[in-house]
């Protein structure tokens, strides 16, 4: 599947937004405090915004990022109590890890 690089910049930040919506969803359930919220979602923000502009350097710091959060969702989901939206979150953060990672080459790529 050959996507243009609107198209690959338009999945990025869906998926960025699902995370955050997961996020927000965790948060509304009383898992999270309002403040774990705002610093958690800066970063995803951040990227949003340089990855709107296409920069292949913000998808390689994103990547080390994503490791971050996928080390702490990976001590929610097999380290306590189960919930299916940390699940999900999972899911999202290793989608968008593996898509990151191509982000450079497809932007390198196209231009």
């Known amino acids: 599947m050959n996507l243009s690089l609107n198209s690959y910049k338009n999945i990025t930040i869906c998926l960025s937004f699902l995370l955050i919506i997961t996020k927000f969803l965790i948060y509304m359930t009383g898992r999270i405090t309002l403040l774990t919220f705002i610093i958690w979602s800066m970063p995803i923000i951040i990227f ?13 710091v994103f990547c080390f990022i994503l490791l971050i959060y996928f080390l702490f969702v990976s001590l929610r989901v097999f380290g306590m109590t189960l919930f299916y939206i940390d699940v999900v979150e999972l899911i999202l953060i290793i989608y968008l890890f593996i898509h990151c990672l191509f982000g450079p080459k497809k932007i390198n790529f196209v231009k």
């Open 48 to 60: 949003i915004a340089r990855a709107a502009i296409n920069s292949a350097k913000s998808y390689q």
